[in-house]
Nanobody, 126 residues
Framework: QVQLVESGGGLVQAGGSLRLSCAAS????????MGWFRQAPGKEREFVGG????????YYADSVKGRFTLSRDNAKNTTSLQMNSLKPEDTAIYYC???????????????????WGQGNQVTVSS
C-alpha cells in the first residue's frame, strides 16, 4: 500500500514557475514508477510526465517538454515536478501517481495507475 501526499502548487503569472512535491508512505516506494497527471475543468485527466523507479528514465507530454522536469529521491520517498515557463493552458488540478508494474509514460492511461495523490490546484494567470 502506498499513500501519496502532494504539496506545492498555487497561483502564478504566465512565464512563472512552480514546484509540486509528492511524499509517499511505504517502504516499497523505490519499486514504483512515479508520475504526474493533470485535469482541467471539463477535460479528461491527461499524462504530464513520468519517471522510472531508479530515476534514470523520464517521459514527458509534448505540451510540457522542455518546460517541466521530474525528479525523485528514493531515500526520502519523494518525487517532484518543477514547472517553468508556465502558460495559462497549464491551469489544472495536478495529481501525483504511482504504478507498481510498468512505466508511467505517454502510453499510460489513468486506470493503469495504482495510487493517486489528492490533487493540487495550479492556476496560471495571463
Amino acid at each position: 500500500q502506498v499513500q501519496l501526499v502532494e504539496s506545492g502548487g498555487g497561483l502564478v503569472q504566465a512565464g512563472g514557475s512552480l514546484r509540486l512535491s509528492c511524499a509517499a508512505s511505504g517502504r516499497t516506494f523505490k519499486s514504483y514508477a512515479m508520475g504526474w497527471f493533470r485535469q482541467a475543468p471539463g477535460k479528461e485527466r491527461e499524462f504530464v510526465g513520468g519517471i522510472s523507479w531508479a530515476g534514470t528514465n523520464t517521459y514527458y507530454a509534448d505540451s510540457v517538454k522542455g518546460r517541466f522536469t521530474l525528479s525523485r529521491d528514493n531515500a526520502k520517498n519523494t518525487t517532484s515536478l518543477q514547472m517553468n515557463s508556465l502558460k495559462p493552458e497549464d491551469t489544472a488540478i495536478y495529481y501525483c501517481a504511482a504504478r507498481g508494474s510498468g512505466l508511467i509514460s505517454g502510453a499510460t492511461i489513468p486506470r493503469n495507475v495504482d495510487y493517486w495523490g489528492q490533487g493540487n490546484q495550479v492556476t496560471v494567470s495571463s
